[in-house]
């Protein structure tokens, strides 16, 4: 992957964390403020409610002493006194005090437990009932009371009245319902509702039992799970009630109990979550916005900064592939003054040093070519100039001596120099030979038939020498290169592979393709050299023969080197030895490489 395209993704990678870290953060603190703030206006509504509770329990308080003190109740109270009192004449007295002082519930019964009038149910007259266990506080308490329609939650107050030894038990109450809860100032998104626990704690859920301040709750069953889990627990508990078209809410539930603890009914608070469910939308929709908007600026900041950086950075790796392809004069401009420019000032000076090392390289290498040049003819002159002396001086003897004696050795004397002579012309002509090394004239050479070729030149002499030769060509790849010079390199590789083998052997040639380029492999079974002889076995006028020169390998190796390939050898001293020939297949990957061998 480019260095843009990851700039560009760890920019936008960047810019989507970033804007998802903000967003999970902002709405966590949001849904925490909301939570708390819903939790305060929860707690500000259970004080209202107490509040209430207690405003109501005071009023009902004040009605039941007000109709406990009414004549009516005078006289059940002297009628309950009596042995044998006859209550049938204030059958309908509860009913008349009841809606005087606005009383949902009223009823007078005597010590006995005896009903003398009911309000609320009328039918209860006469019937035993323990009076004597209903708690007479100064408070007003919540209480289940039967009716004909069931039972029904009340807030109840009870007072006596005390005639000699009898005492009379007057118990009135209001119901805790609709106009109960409509009574308390709900803030906006909050509203209340009662569940009664009929029974003491009914496991079933019902949605009759649910006593709202306004419209009745559609799917009322969404609360069920916390209602009953309040009545087993007996405890204050919350959840989060997913409403189908009412949207989500958070509703509290307090459980209500009676005088003697026992579980009577459940006030549910509920909080709206629309306002938050709001919040969260538009806290994602600015993130999404936010999001956008990073992108699209990351993409430019990425964009521009990589056009700041990679655009050097191309330039740098371009000059750097010139100056491997032989432009050792390439430039990088630097017109920056950040780390960049420094590293083009320093590509810069470091090919500018390169230059100067590869001209003083140059100029060495030249000077020790010519020392080394002027040592081997030297010593190639020296060889035959001594033999030259020797056969002067002994002319010059001769001659001293007389004719006969001049005649016998001038005649010895001229072969000898004669042969002398030879030598030194030979000599002289390898190495005029060497310095005129032509140029290559390239053109398409099918490589498995230029590898039949030399072989068959050399068929003759390597049956001779009893050299079982083997061609193996597992590519039919044609290379642009000089067919004569080629030629020339390979020959010289099968004489030198012929004189390592005088007892006979196999030679083996293959050719094979290697990515963009051709092997040629020539592989003896000869004596083979040591490892430190093979590292100067392509210097010049190095040979390890009785009668070499020492130019065929320096040959082949120039050979190579003009066709932008280049020969290695892998040998060991008495297990033969094997030159591999490296050459590019095309024309640029053939200019490319002579470049760099320039």
């Not at 000599?427 to 072989?455: G, H, W, Y």
């Not at 050898?569 to 008495?574: H, I, P, T």
């Amino acid at each position: 992957m480019r260095f843009r395209r990851r700039l560009l993704l760890l920019s936008a990678l960047s810019v989507c964390l970033s804007v998802a870290a903000v967003t999970w953060i902002v709405s966590t603190m949001t849904r925490r403020a909301f939570d708390r703030a819903s939790d305060d206006r929860t707690s500000a509504l259970m004080q209202q409610f107490q509040r209430e509770f207690t405003r109501r329990g005071e009023e009902v308080s004040r009605r039941v002493e007000v109709a406990t003190s009414t004549p009516e109740a005078t006289h059940m109270a002297v009628a309950a006194a009596q042995p044998t009192p006859n209550y049938g004449v204030f059958l309908d007295d509860a009913q008349v005090l009841a809606g005087a002082e606005r009383l949902d519930f009223l009823e007078f019964a005597d010590d006995r437990g005896t009903i003398i009038s009911s309000a609320h149910w009328p039918a209860k007259f006469g019937y035993k009932e323990p009076a004597a266990l209903w708690p007479v506080t100064k408070s007003a308490f919540l209480k289940e009371e039967e009716t004909p329609d069931g039972p029904a939650l009340g807030l109840f107050a009870v007072r006596t009245v005390v005639t000699g030894d009898s005492k009379l038990y007057v118990m009135g109450g209001v119901r805790v319902d609709r106009t109960f809860l409509s009574n308390l100032d709900l803030p906006a998104g909050m509203r209340v509702m009662v569940y009664e626990t009929t029974g003491g704690g009914n496991q079933t859920f019902s949605s009759t039992h649910l006593i709202t301040a306004g419209d009745s709750v559609e799917d009322a069953g969404r609360l069920a799970a916390l209602v009953q889990g309040v009545e087993r627990s007996g405890r204050e508990a919350s959840a989060i009630i997913h409403w189908n078209q009412q949207g989500d809410e958070t509703v509290n539930a307090f459980p209500l109990s009676g005088e003697n603890n026992q579980l009577l009914g459940i006030l549910l608070v509920g909080s709206s979550r629309q306002i938050y469910n709001q919040l969260r939308g538009q806290i994602r929709v600015a993130a999404l916005f936010a999001a956008s908007a990073g992108l699209l600026l990351a993409v430019v900041l990425s964009s521009w900064a990589a056009a700041r950086v990679t655009r050097p950075v191309e330039q740098l790796a371009q000059a750097a592939r010139e100056i491997a392809a032989g432009n050792w004069n390439a430039h990088v401009n630097s017109e920056s003054h950040d780390e960049i420019g420094e590293l083009g000032d320093a590509f810069n000076r470091m090919t500018r040093n390169l230059v100067d090392q590869r001209e003083r390289l140059v100029q060495s290498e030249r000077v020790a070519a010519w020392r080394e040049l002027a040592r081997r003819l030297a010593h190639e002159l020296k060889n035959p100039l001594f033999p030259l002396q020797l056969t002067v001086e002994n002319l010059v003897r001769a001659r001293e001596q007389g004719d006969q004696q001049f005649d016998e050795t001038f005649r010895e004397s001229a072969a000898t120099l004669l042969s002398e002579i030879t030598r030194l012309k030979n000599t002289i002509a390898r190495f005029s030979e060497f310095s005129k090394m032509p140029q290559p004239n390239f053109e398409s050479v099918p490589i498995d038939e230029m590898l039949q070729n030399v072989v068959n030149v050399y068929r003759a002499q390597l049956e001779q020498a009893r050299i079982d030769c083997q061609v193996e060509a597992s590519c039919s790849q044609t290379i642009v290169a000089d067919p004569d010079l080629l030629h020339r390199a390979l020959s010289n590789l099968v004489l030198n592979a012929i004189d390592a083998m005088p007892q006979g052997g196999k030679l083996r040639l293959l050719a094979r393709a290697q990515g963009a380029s051709v092997q040629v492999i020539v592989t003896d079974t000869g004596t083979g050299v040591s490892p430190g002889e093979s590292a100067h076995l392509f210097s010049p006028y190095y040979t390890t023969k009785e009668h070499g020169t020492g130019l065929g390998l320096a040959i082949v190796q120039s050979i190579v080197t003009d066709h932008g390939g280049r020969i290695s050898v892998e040998s060991q001293a008495g297990k033969g030895t094997t030159f591999i020939i490296e050459l590019p297949a095309r024309r640029d990957d053939r200019e490319a490489a002579r470049g760099t061998h320039v």
